[in-house]
């Protein structure tokens, strides 16, 4: 379904012919290094909380604050990952998809359908597929702050070991900072080595 069919009237006919309503989301497809975080989260069907929206839209300050509120209107949260390694041997596609489907599997309650942002897994639960979800559709939009302050979390936890690459500033994507750091110490083993074969092309060892 596109985004444009996804209309008032298709969303109340959700509301009220569902009971649990998954939103599930992704973060980090984008980085040089760190895993996708997904997140599936069942929330209150009345649930109501001011500011939340599409997580790249928001300061992690604000994500901070509207985090417990989320929590405390979730019926139920999960998280799927997929590692460096995993990207790397099956694509950052195909390793979002199954992260999203780990997430939804560690749900203890079986949602009634899912709602994800411009994807479909391999689940025989009914799903509706929405373009710009994160941004749409609250209960992605619940997911996706989750998913990114669970993701922002390891990374800065990763910028202990990796001191040189700013993951804690950068979260793996690749600013100036990472990139001179990949100059002077080369990858860390958290790196997407599919994601840096350009850069890398002349070192026949990395690839």
Do not use: W
């Amino acid at each position: 379904m596109k985004y444009s069919d996804y209309n008032e009237k298709i969303k109340k006919e959700i509301y009220e012919n569902y009971n649990l309503i998954a939103g599930i989301d992704e973060v980090g497809r984008g980085p040089l290094a760190g895993p996708v975080v997904t997140c599936a989260v069942i929330m209150k069907k009345d649930s109501h909380i001011e500011g939340v929206t599409d997580s790249k839209k928001l300061s992690r300050k604000k994500m901070l604050s509207l985090r417990d509120e989320i929590l405390e209107d979730a019926i139920e949260v999960s998280y799927g990952y997929a590692n460096n390694r995993l990207i790397d041997d099956i694509n950052i596609r195909q390793a979002t998809l199954l992260a999203m489907k780990n997430a939804v599997e560690a749900l203890e309650n079986k949602p009634d359908i899912l709602l994800i942002d411009a994807e479909r897994i391999d689940t025989e639960i009914p799903q509706l597929n929405i373009v710009k979800g994160d941004l749409n559709e609250y209960a992605i939009s619940c997911a996706s702050i989750l998913a990114k302050i669970r993701r922002d979390d390891i990374m800065i936890n990763f910028s202990k070991i990796y001191p040189h690459y700013s993951f804690q500033t950068n979260v793996g994507y690749g600013t100036k900072k990472h990139y001179e750091g990949l100059e002077k110490y080369g990858p860390t083993p958290i790196h997407r080595k599919s994601f840096l074969r350009k850069f890398y092309q002349k070192q026949e060892s990395f690839l």
